[in-house]
């Protein structure tokens, strides 16, 4: 019999990550002014590498767009049945839109959304995506991302034109 298995062991001193994601990935302060925590790489991925599955819960289709929803900032669409709201490590990955909240209920804020368009950060760049795959949802890379680099997906017009929208009947 091995000599380990008489020891007192503390089994949360075995434990090496809660998550296999953390073992290539980790949160950090997001290079974003005033956006929190952002998600990094602690390897390199190559481009169209899955970088992490977006877990998290699954909502009823149905029930995706009811108001109790509304300020939730992590949800994802993979079909017609279901989304998710992302609550793993993954679900801090950032998009790079330039969003303040004193362009709301502005000309400037309307004009993007009728333009569908609204503008980045300097000196950023996406380069990563959702990737849907049967009932599931990943974040891949869109290029190669190097060792140490911030993930970065656009959210979709659509995530924040429904902020938009919440806020501007707000008036």
């Not at 296999?20 to 390199?44: A, M, R, T």
Request: aromatic share 16%; glycine share 4%.
């Amino acid at each position: 019999m091995d000599n380990q298995n008489n020891e007192n062991i503390n089994i949360k001193n075995t434990i090496i990550v809660e998550d296999s994601d953390y073992l290539d990935l980790e949160i950090k302060q997001s290079n974003i002014p005033n956006s929190g925590d952002g998600l990094f790489v602690k390897k390199n991925f190559e481009k169209d590498e899955v970088i992490s599955e977006y877990r998290g819960k699954i909502i009823d289709s149905k029930y995706c767009n009811h108001a109790i929803y509304d300020y939730e900032d992590k949800m994802v669409w993979v079909n017609e049945q279901y989304c998710i709201i992302g609550n793993n490590i993954a679900s801090k990955a950032n998009d790079i839109i330039d969003f303040n909240l004193k362009y709301y209920n502005t000309n400037i804020f309307k004009k993007w959304v009728e333009e569908q368009q609204f503008p980045t950060l300097k000196n950023l760049s996406y380069n990563a995506e959702f990737y849907l795959v049967k009932n599931k949802a990943f974040i891949k890379a869109t290029r190669d991302i190097q060792n140490g680099e911030e993930v970065y997906l656009s959210y979709g017009f659509d995530y924040w034109k429904h902020f938009y929208d919440i806020y501007s009947n707000k008036k």
